[in-house]
């Protein structure tokens, strides 16, 4: 079956609440990339590509040509930040990209600056904005939200819009009584509800208007039935949570080779420095929480110790974030991770990742804006979860558990594309080779 993907026309607005380290980080990358000064490494749309057929037929285009993502050149960004700085101000703050490369862009950068946020200190006990919305209640804040996308996409002339979450942790929230249908919500919405967060008030902008949704962080957002089902009612895209980064990155990478030969793990234990805002957000016990939930679930669903009691049923694994401000966006982890093997007898694996978690982080969000987009292009709607790959939590439908192994959500995302444009799903069975 081939399912139809409209053109990628016309300019495509990328709408970023938040506007800190990784949407800077982003901003000043795509700006370098289209006047050539450095490379879009990391980013599958810019630069992967995608094998067709068999392995005999040696078919193997750019991602890009195969299916048709806005370029680029064609991305007009606009955001929302609690505080007032410009994109460059901000990037020159967040100290993650080299003044130097910084200068080159910063033109474009100045000119994009925030739009007053809708915050609540509640949600995001380390930081104070001053750069904030005022309004009755949480649906007359999404309807000023909706009006600043209005006003950008007439003023930029864009034809379409994405929104990628981008903005602080929130404190841990799980689903209760207002997030259960659309209609519980919207009366939630209206009536201030304390168990509604600024995030998920920027989701149901965005959804309401018809435009897709990612969230970038690990705090609920749009992870609501209320929300899925807003998706599903105006036919929208929806993905999250939490970028996949850093360390669990590294976890996604290793834990699936070590179940592959059936290494039994009894210990990971798992500790960061960072000291950038984030870092300083994450320090607070309550974001810390949702950050620790979304980090802890990833071996669970690999190792899957129900299946394997004996290898994986006592593993013990633990996550630590330290906030250490002379770091700045240089994380720095350490992992220890206790194996065994024949016998049972025990070995141990040391990690030291001394990463940069906004460069990361910046293709990943490129990616997720491009994929959505195309994914409403291509009536896709509701839970994204062939975008798994980009994600520490993957959302995903009730009846399945999320599906963590990078290299799977890595086959996952390619067969997708080859299936909506009508080629044949590579198996790796390969056994026609040896007719
Ligand atoms: N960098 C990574 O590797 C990585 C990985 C996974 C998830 N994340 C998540 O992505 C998000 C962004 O990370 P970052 O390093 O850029 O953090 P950051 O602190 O530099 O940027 C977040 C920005 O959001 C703003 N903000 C907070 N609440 C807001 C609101 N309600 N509306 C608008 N703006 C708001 C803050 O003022 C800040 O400028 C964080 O939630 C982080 O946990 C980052």
Known sequence: MTQRIAPAEGKLGVLLPGLGAVSTTLIAGVFAARKGIAQPHGSLTQNGTIRLGKRTENRSPKINEFVPLTKIEDIVFGGWDIFPENTYEAAMKAGVLAPELLAQVRTEMEAIKPWPAVFDRRFVKRLEGTHVKKGANWMELAEQLM????TFQKENGLARLVMVWCGSTEIFL?????????????KAMKENDPTIAPSMVYAYAALKLGIPYANGAPNLSADTPALHELAMENR?????????????????????????????VSGWFSTNILGNRDGEVLDDPESFKTKEESKLSVLGSIFQPHLYPELYGELYH??????????????ESWDNIDIFGWLGYPMQIKINFLCRDSILAAPIVLDLALF?????????RGIQEWLSFYFKSPVHA???????????????????????????????????YYD
């Open 174 to 186: 799980t689903p209760g009584p207002a997030h259960q249908t659309l209609a519980a919500f919207e």
């Open 318 to 331: 633990k996550v630590r974030i330290n906030y250490y401000p002379p770091r700045g966006d240089n994380k």
């Open 372 to 380: 959505m987009d195309m994914a409403g292009r291509s009536e896709m």
């Open 147 to 150: 009006d600043d996308i209005r």
């Open 236 to 264: 929208v895209p929806v993905a999250g949570k939490d970028f996949k980064t850093g360390q669990t990155l590294m976890k996604t990478i290793l834990a699936p080779g070590f179940k592959a030969r059936l290494l039994g």
């Open 398 to 432: 009730p009846s399945v558990y999320p599906e963590h192994d990078l290299f799977i959500q890595l086959m996952k995302l390619k067969n997708t594309l080859r299936y909506l444009k009508g080629e044949e799903l590579i198996t790796h069975l390969g056994i026609e």
